[in-house]
């Protein structure tokens, strides 16, 4: 069955510093790969997609996401984060038939100013 | 554009009753998805329309259903409400609905059943 893991549920950062969030899928075709981030009281906003190409990609706010099919693995990163980056990130798989999201657990991030 | 609209933003409803969320996707937009998101389970899916018809369905029991419209907006509802159904639902709406075409999440209308 389709899965996401995200094996950090809580990760705190000093401003500045270099982010570097989980994500590892389990999908038996070419995986369709989302980073989506939270920030309380709100939806979901998307940061990035992976379909195929290019390993790395970028997305918005400064993120980007290294594609490792060896490894089963999309993490995200950030060379330095901002006090605003605090929310919480999901990590997403496309599945199945139509558009269905099989969504990881979360990471929270806490920034330290 | 304006973004995923959903109606309303919050709502306190008592257990055994029913309740109608509404989703207006992005102009242009056809599919729509709903997801439900608690602190134990996470964000799952609940359904998916795509003009009219429901193309996808999660796991939930059949208390929960959906429709979409016309115009692709979209309701869901939830029947004999219990305590386990609190929780944020979140509407997202995506162009085709193809796999992996992009999905705008709205706001999320956040349920609290006492």
């Known amino acids: 069955a389709q899965s996401v893991t995200q094996p950090d549920i809580h990760i705190t950062v000093s401003e500045g510093a270099s982010l570097e969030l989980r994500c590892n899928y389990s999908y038996g075709a070419t995986p369709y790969l989302f980073w989506y981030v939270q920030s309380p009281g709100q939806g979901l906003q998307l940061l990035l997609k992976y379909f195929s190409g290019d390993t790395l990609v970028q997305g918005i706010k400064g993120f980007e996401a290294e594609f490792k099919r060896s490894q089963s693995s999309f993490n995200l990163r950030k060379p330095s984060v901002h006090w605003s980056d605090a929310a919480e990130y999901f990590c997403?798989?496309?599945?199945?038939?139509?558009?269905?999201?099989?969504f990881g657990t979360g990471t929270q991030l806490k920034v330290e100013l | 554009k304006a973004g995923v609209t959903q109606t309303p933003r919050y709502l306190i409803k008592t257990r055994g009753q029913q309740v109608t969320l509404s989703c207006s996707p992005i102009s242009g937009h056809r599919s729509v998805s709903w997801y439900q998101q608690t602190p134990g389970q996470g964000l799952q899916f609940l359904f998916e329309y795509f003009s009219e018809t429901q193309r996808n369905k999660g796991n939930f029991p059949g208390r929960f259903s959906g429709r979409q419209f016309s115009n692709s907006r979209s309701e869901m509802n939830v029947s004999t409400l219990e305590l386990g159904d609190s929780a944020l639902y979140l509407c997202a709406s995506s162009l085709a609905g193809t796999r992996g075409d992009t999905q705008y999440f709205g706001p999320g209308t956040r349920l609290t059943v006492l």
């Open positions: 997403a798989v496309a599945t199945g038939g139509g558009n269905k999201l099989t």
